[in-house]
């Protein structure tokens, strides 16, 4: 006790210090609870149009990446409690190949963003999954044509009442290639190109053609003919053109032709799916998505015995089109039950 009077009588407080002290706990227990309440305030990206648009836009998109006024998907989202808590805590379902039926209350908002939501060089959708997929939105600043980054991985979406879906314009290389190809088959075969369709059907039978006997023949003395010092220039004409859109050693061979046409389609296949590492097919009128990997569609898509596979539709507008309903996961238009 004696040694604690002793430490007790060394320490001097006046009234001043007092005072602080209990200025400073009175301070604390005052400014604790209101740094709680703007955390708060902050973690919750409905508690205004601001801190709404700036959690779309952080937490959504790649930097760079736009979307216009997000007024209207406020407005439609601010006030229903399914909706909030989903975008705020989203499935994060993972890339996978499989058709996706859209739950109700993915399908809300799917419908409410593809009304609400303008993104410029891009679909609404592409949000949209984002935010089911844990995603983000790259758009026209991508790396490359992808509309979506998940991870490490790159999704470019389509959005169809169809199972045809546009996979976007094919290079200058290809369409050469196709240009070539249609002047050849009109003026060798009987079947001549729709060149604003450019449709599977028709490429296939001039292909059919090309290899045909009578066509073989006909080749082989037209050429012939071209060789002749005394053949009218018309004619001649049509040999010398045949010869250079055959472009080949032996342009008798009309066979190497086809199988060298086949082969540099399946490249402008591979250089155009591959852009992305998997497509997502959306299905309007059913509310499901469709996902496939790049490989699984290209697999499916490249040329069966030297002649265009049923995935491809045509090359209209100079586009690629795939019929989704030949993928590994068939791409049906037909509408859920209830």
Known sequence: MKSLTNILDRITLTKEDISGMIRDAKKEKVTEPEEVVQNTISEDPFISLEAFTSFITRTYLVTGQKIEDLSNFYRDTVD??????????????????????MTDI???????????VIIPNGHPSELWFAIVFNGKVTGAVGKSTPDIEVGSETVSLKSYDTATFDFGKIDKDSAKLLSVFISLSNILTSAPIDTAQLSRIDINNSLN??????????????????????????????ALQIERLLNSDNPNDLHNLVVKFCNEIDDLLKRKISSANWWGLIIKGNSTLFLESADGIYEKSKCKNNRLSNAIANFKGWHLWINGTQLETAVTTRKNKG
């Open 80 to 101: 229903n409690s399914d909706l909030r808590e989903f975008i705020n805590n989203p499935p994060n379902k993972n890339l996978s190949v499989g058709s996706y039926p």
């Open 106 to 116: 993915e399908k809300k908002l799917y419908y409410i963003i593809n009304k609400d």
């Open 209 to 238: 053609l090309l290899e045909s006997n009578i066509v073989k023949q006909h080749i082989k003395e037209i050429l012939k003919l071209g060789e002749s010092p005394s053949i009218p220039p018309p004619i001649k004409t049509l």
